[in-house]
């Protein structure tokens, strides 16, 4: 008896494709990591403020500083925080990729946001007792008065 070809050639093409290469296999697991260099990140910020500015025709105090070689770097990370090289490069490929209106956000010399890629370090909030809120001390919950 003969067998028909289309399901022997589905089930051929199914076993090739299974023999690809996992996300394991292509350098996600098993790679060193290797932490942040916050100078190099902060330089590599600084350029890329530039570059956008420029090529945006932004005009910010944050603009000028970025473009002016004599002034510091603006980025700071604190010395609790420990983020990861991939951390920065995720970071300066989403302000890369990001649109002139809104990296106008990023630069703004006001009330500059910034894009959830690049914040390696929450803060904890303060205490949250203070007018209008109370903490109830058995529970810690808050509670409004």
Known sequence: MKRPLVPTLV???LGVL???PTAGDVGGCGTEVTALDPLAFALARKDMDCERCAECGLETARCRRACDPAS????????TCQPL???????IRKLH???CSVYATYI???????PSEC???KIAPGDRSGPGFDVDAASGEGTAP
Do not use: K, L, N
């Open 11 to 13: 089930v051929a093409v």
């Open 18 to 20: 299974s023999m690809a």
């Open 72 to 79: 510091e770097v603006e980025t700071v990370i604190p010395p």
């Open 85 to 91: 090289r991939h951390d920065g490069v995720v970071c």
């Open 97 to 99: 990729a990001a649109s």
């Open 108 to 114: 703004d010399d006001v009330a500059p946001s910034t």
């Open 119 to 121: 914040e390696f370090c």
